[in-house]
């Protein structure tokens, strides 16, 4: 860590292993980090305060293991797979780690979800199909192939799901069928009104 003019650099941890990626927690003065998603290998996610010290493990060890913190920084939203990655889901947990809740029928890549600022709802694009053949989340993330998405709307606390229509922008003899979606990056505009996204497949 350092100061924002970049003077007083200081060392706060050394990991012994390769592939980390750090977390900056909005809204704290805590850091996290967990493995490369990877579906040959588990990790976790862990907290820590910015000394290096008080590292906890929010969250059960799994595989494709990859996060994005709420706006306040009290929860998190992760993929995890106990076993297959082929059935990945999201996962939502505590910043203490006290309560890890499985979300039903999420089966999507991290890349493609965002908080709401209630900090309780997510939108996410998820998959209508993923298949088997292909090592998840590694090879997505390679781009190795590409997925036709729907739009939902879940509750982390409660696993409700709500789906969400497009609207073709485009009217009369220009209007078209939807193209394949394969979205990433998403984000809301202030009002939470319309959702933005690049799509992989154009």
């Known amino acids: 860590v ?4 970049g003077t007083n650099w200081k060392a706060i941890k050394d990991f012994s292993i390769t592939n980390v990626l750090l977390d900056w927690i909005p809204g704290k003065d805590k850091l996290a980090f967990h ?3 990877s579906s040959f290998r588990q990790s976790a996610y862990y907290v820590f305060d910015q000394t290096g010290e008080n590292v906890i493990a929010v969250m059960n060890k799994g595989y494709g ?3 994005l913190w709420s706006h306040d920084g009290s929860r998190l939203l992760a993929t995890y797979a106990l076993q297959r990655t082929v059935n990945l889901g999201l996962v939502a947990v505590n910043i203490d780690g006290k309560e890890q809740i499985t979300i039903p029928n999420s089966k999507t890549f991290i890349q493609k979800c965002v908080w709401m600022k209630d ?10 199909e993923l298949n088997p053949k ?12 590409m997925t036709n998405d729907a739009f939902y709307r879940y509750n982390t606390k409660t696993g409700e799901r709500l789906e969400l229509h497009l609207q073709e922008i485009a009217e009369g003899e220009d209007a078209k069928e939807l193209p394949q979606i394969d979205a990433y990056n998403l984000f809301l505009n202030g009002d939470e009104s319309t959702l933005y996204f690049q799509n992989h497949a154009d």
């Open 2 to 5: 350092a100061n924002a003019n």
């Open 35 to 37: 493995l490369t998603p």
């Open 65 to 67: 293991v990859d996060g």
């Open 119 to 128: 900090n309780v709802s997510v939108v996410c694009a998820v998959p209508k």
């Open 134 to 145: 292909f090592y998840i989340p590694d090879e997505y993330l390679s781009g190795n192939f």
